[in-house]
């Protein structure tokens, strides 16, 4: 990826990251996740309420996160990393969001309708509480191989994608 627009198509066409979390006590998680990500490049996942990554994140909402295209060949593979805030979805986002989320993970609308939980499902209180949430990107770096003919991570202004 060397253009602001192929940054940008990859964060949005994207659909896996893996997010590095830690609680108060400086313990560290990792959690793999599908998301999904708007024009402003805010991401959006759900998992539920208990998992180790959200009781984490309640603790301490700075998450570091890596996207990658697993896919390609080794010379070929490229991705993006850095850091972020994470935080909750308000109530009145979640049907915006699931809709948008669901389109994207299931495009075909016979299995979203058959597989697909309803957006009231991440609202509800009975158990498994599944919620969105929202991920403000505050750092994020690209491969750069130019440097040294090295992989080295290169700063990405996100004001200017």
């Known amino acids: 990826m060397r253009s602001e627009k192929e940054i940008k198509d990859f964060l949005?066409?994207?659909?896996y990251m893996c997010?590095?979390?830690s609680d108060k006590s400086g313990?560290?998680?990792?959690?793999?996740l599908?998301?999904?990500?708007?024009e402003e490049l805010n991401i959006y996942f759900h998992s539920a309420l208990d998992s180790i990554h959200i009781q984490n994140i309640r603790e301490n909402p700075e998450v570091?996160?890596?996207?990658?295209d697993s896919e390609q060949l080794l010379a070929n593979i490229d991705g993006i990393q850095g850091k972020a805030i994470v935080g909750q979805l308000e109530n009145d986002e979640v049907e915006k969001i699931h809709k948008k989320f669901f389109e994207k993970h299931m495009p075909n609308e016979e299995i979203r309708k058959q597989f697909a939980?309803?957006?009231?499902?991440f609202l509800s209180e009975e158990a498994p509480?599944?919620?969105?949430f929202k991920m403000y990107i505050t750092e994020m770096y690209k491969k750069n191989v130019d440097i040294f003919e090295v992989a080295r991570?290169?700063?990405?202004?996100k004001d200017n994608l």
Do not use: H
Not at 129 to 132: C, D, P
């Open 12 to 15: 949005i066409n994207s659909k």
């Open 19 to 21: 997010v590095g979390t």
């Open 27 to 32: 313990k560290v998680w990792t959690a793999p």
């Open 34 to 38: 599908t998301y999904v990500a708007d």
């Open 64 to 68: 570091a996160f890596s996207i990658y």
């Open 117 to 121: 939980p309803p957006y009231q499902a």
């Open 129 to 132: 509480q599944k919620r969105f």
């Open 153 to 157: 991570r290169q700063r990405i202004n």
